[in-house]
């Protein structure tokens, strides 16, 4: 089932996107705004689409759509939905990382066709790109499996997400303040050893039954996978 977060601060639009959507087959997850919205995809799984009007308590929707874009977690379509109608506006919204904008009010049948639409669109551009490959690790980023040799490898969300970095940089070193920008974000409960203890984690379950280590240590800067 896809999963639409919508970022709405008034309740009764609430209510009828998530009555709609469900009726639809989605699943509707909900953020009165802009932090908790945030907030939500920071800590756990990714929407496979979000929902977001323009005017939000905390924050302005552009500055929602411009942070929820640094979020180093699956890509997602974001729609703005506004009562803003001015081209200005829809330049402003797209220009801040929308991949839609539709003006209030809205005819719901549009709206459902708009969300098809941009979800078949990401999954294209998904599947294009879904595996990384480096010497015997294969990674299908869009179903977040691992395996090694061909063996099927078992990984927390963290470690996915450290993995995937390395492997996307295979053959440069990364610092340790870029790991912890890149996968912890804003996230301060890991600290310096705590990523130490996350690429041992790693370490362990890629290299069982004698594999070599593809994830080494540069003695002061940081870590490298490598084939």
Same mark, same amino acid.
């Given at each position: 089932m896809r999963r639409i977060l919508t970022i709405e601060d008034e309740p009764e639009m609430t209510d009828l996107l998530a009555l709609w959507l469900g009726k639809? $087959? #989605?699943? +509707?997850m909900v953020a009165s705004s802009g932090k908790e919205a945030l907030r939500k995809i920071r800590t756990g799984s990714s929407p496979d689409l979000v929902l977001l009007d323009m005017v939000l308590p905390d924050m302005s929707g552009l500055e +929602?759509?411009?942070?929820?874009?640094?979020? &180093? &977690?699956? /890509? #997602? /379509?974001?729609?703005?939905l506004s009562a803003r109608q001015k081209l200005t506006d829809k330049v402003a919204g797209l220009d801040s990382g929308a991949d839609d904008y539709i003006t209030k009010p809205f005819d719901f049948e549009e709206l459902v066709a708009r969300i098809r639409t941009s979800l078949r669109r990401a999954d294209e551009i998904s599947n294009r790109a879904c595996t990384i490959e480096i010497g015997d690790l294969l990674i299908n980023t869009s179903a977040r499996q691992v395996w090694r040799a061909g063996e099927r490898i078992d990984l927390t969300t963290r470690e996915y997400d450290l993995l995937v970095l390395l492997a996307r940089n295979? $053959?440069?070193v990364l610092t340790k303040g870029c790991i912890f920008e890149r996968v912890w974000g804003s996230d301060n409960e890991a600290?310096?050893?705590?990523i130490k203890v996350y690429i041992n984690a790693l370490r362990s379950k890629l290299n069982t039954n004698g594999k070599p280590n593809m994830i080494s240590c540069v003695r002061g800067i940081g870590y490298v996978l490598r084939p």
């Open positions: 639809e $087959g #989605f699943e +509707v +929602v759509c411009r942070r929820l874009r640094t979020i &180093k &977690k699956r /890509p #997602f /379509p974001i729609l703005i295979a $053959g440069h600290g310096w050893e705590g």
